[in-house]
C-alpha cells in the first residue's frame, strides 16, 4: 500500500491537542495543496481563512456550539464558497452578477469546491502528523461567524477545520461496507441488509470504545438526527439572504 492511501485509510477525527504550534512551513504546505486540488473551470471558489488568536478560536468556539477542540487546537481554519472575486470580475468587465449569484448551482459548486478543499486540507494536514476534525457547526451561528470574519458579500462560511497534533489516539470508525456505497452501471436500492449488518458493527463499537461509549446504532443516529422538525442551522437560510445568494425576495432561483 503505498503512504498517500495509507495516510487516507488511517483518517479518524482528533478532539484533543497539545499544546503545540503547527509551523508556519508545514501550514504554508497545506493552503499550497488545497489551492493545486481540482475546482471547476479554474473559477477557483474556495477561501480560507486561519484563526490562530486564543482569544478568537474561543469564541469561535462557543459560536460552534461549544466544542472546546476549536479553542484547544492551534489552528482553525474556515472554508469559505468564495464568489466575491468573481463579482470584481465581472464588475472588471463591466458585467453584472447579482442575477446569476442567486442561481443554485453556485450555491452546489460552491460547497462541492469547500468539500474538495477541506478534504484536500484534511490529507495534507495528517500527512505531516497533525490531526484534523472538520466543524459544520460554524453554520450554527451563521450570521455573526459572517461578521466575526469580516466577509463580504458573495462569501459564505461553510465548515470548519481543527488542525494540531494529536494528544489522543481514538482509533478508526467502522464504516458501511464498500458494498453500500460503491455500485458499478447503476445504482442498488437492495443495502437493508447491509445496513441492518452494519448496525450490529457500529452498536459495538459505540459500546466498547473507552471514551463516550453509549448504546445505539448507525440508523438510530441517522434518524435522529434528521428528525423533524429538522432546522439544525436557522440562520443559514438568512445568510444566503444577506451574502447575495438569494435574489431578491424570490428564493434561489432554479437555472
Same mark, same amino acid.
Given at each position: 500500500?503505498?503512504?498517500?492511501?495509507?495516510?487516507?485509510?488511517?483518517?479518524?477525527?482528533?478532539?484533543?491537542?497539545?499544546?503545540?504550534?503547527?509551523?508556519?512551513? #508545514?501550514? =504554508?504546505?497545506?493552503?499550497? %495543496?488545497?489551492? @493545486?486540488?481540482?475546482?471547476?473551470?479554474?473559477?477557483?471558489? *474556495?477561501?480560507?481563512?486561519?484563526?490562530?488568536?486564543?482569544?478568537?478560536?474561543?469564541?469561535?468556539?462557543?459560536?460552534?456550539?461549544?466544542?472546546?477542540?476549536?479553542?484547544?487546537?492551534?489552528?482553525?481554519?474556515?472554508?469559505?464558497?468564495?464568489?466575491?472575486?468573481?463579482?470584481?470580475?465581472?464588475?472588471?468587465?463591466?458585467?453584472?452578477?447579482?442575477?446569476?449569484?442567486?442561481?443554485?448551482?453556485?450555491?452546489?459548486?460552491?460547497?462541492?469546491?469547500?468539500?474538495?478543499?477541506?478534504?484536500?486540507?484534511?490529507?495534507?494536514?495528517?500527512?505531516?502528523?497533525?490531526?484534523?476534525?472538520? #466543524?459544520? =457547526?460554524?453554520?450554527?451561528? %451563521?450570521?455573526? @461567524?459572517?461578521?466575526?470574519?469580516?466577509?463580504?458579500?458573495? *462569501?459564505?462560511?461553510?465548515?470548519?477545520?481543527?488542525?494540531?497534533?494529536?494528544?489522543?489516539?481514538?482509533?478508526?470508525?467502522?464504516?458501511?461496507?464498500?458494498?453500500?456505497?460503491?455500485?458499478?452501471?447503476?445504482?442498488?436500492?437492495?443495502?437493508?441488509?447491509?445496513?441492518?449488518?452494519?448496525?450490529?458493527?457500529?452498536?459495538?463499537?459505540?459500546?466498547?470504545?473507552?471514551?463516550?461509549?453509549?448504546?445505539?446504532?448507525?440508523?438510530?443516529?441517522?434518524?435522529?438526527?434528521?428528525?423533524?422538525?429538522?432546522?439544525?442551522?436557522?440562520?443559514?437560510?438568512?445568510?444566503?439572504?444577506?451574502?447575495?445568494?438569494?435574489?431578491?425576495?424570490?428564493?434561489?432561483?432554479?437555472?
Amino acid at each position: 500500500m503505498n503512504e498517500v492511501v495509507n495516510t487516507l485509510l488511517s483518517h479518524r477525527s482528533i478532539r484533543k491537542y497539545e499544546e503545540k504550534p503547527v509551523e508556519e512551513e #508545514i501550514l =504554508d504546505q497545506i493552503v499550497k %495543496a488545497v489551492q @493545486a486540488a481540482p475546482n471547476w473551470v479554474n473559477l477557483q471558489h *474556495v477561501s480560507i481563512i486561519a484563526v490562530k488568536d486564543k482569544t478568537r478560536r474561543e469564541k469561535f468556539s462557543k459560536l460552534c456550539g461549544g466544542q472546546k477542540h476549536i479553542s484547544q487546537a492551534p489552528v482553525f481554519l474556515v472554508f469559505c464558497a468564495d464568489f466575491y472575486r468573481t463579482w470584481i470580475a465581472c464588475q472588471k468587465n463591466g458585467q453584472s452578477f447579482e442575477d446569476t449569484a442567486g442561481q443554485i448551482d453556485n450555491l452546489i459548486v460552491g460547497a462541492n469546491e469547500v468539500g474538495i478543499a477541506l478534504g484536500t486540507a484534511v490529507a495534507a494536514a495528517e500527512s505531516f502528523g497533525l490531526g484534523t476534525v472538520p #466543524i459544520g =457547526d460554524i453554520r450554527l451561528h %451563521a450570521l455573526e @461567524a459572517v461578521r466575526e470574519l469580516n466577509l463580504p458579500k458573495y *462569501v459564505l462560511p461553510l465548515l470548519g477545520l481543527c488542525i494540531g497534533y494529536p494528544a489522543e489516539n481514538p482509533g478508526i470508525k467502522p464504516r458501511l461496507p464498500k458494498e453500500a456505497i460503491y455500485f458499478e452501471e447503476q445504482y442498488s436500492q437492495d443495502v437493508e441488509t447491509m445496513i441492518a449488518e452494519y448496525d450490529e458493527i457500529y452498536a459495538h463499537y459505540l459500546k466498547e470504545r473507552p471514551w463516550n461509549s453509549r448504546v445505539g446504532n448507525w440508523s438510530q443516529l441517522a434518524a435522529d438526527f434528521y428528525q423533524p422538525p429538522y432546522n439544525h442551522y436557522p440562520e443559514v437560510s438568512e445568510m444566503l439572504r444577506q451574502q447575495g445568494f438569494w435574489n431578491g425576495n424570490k428564493q434561489i432561483q432554479e437555472d
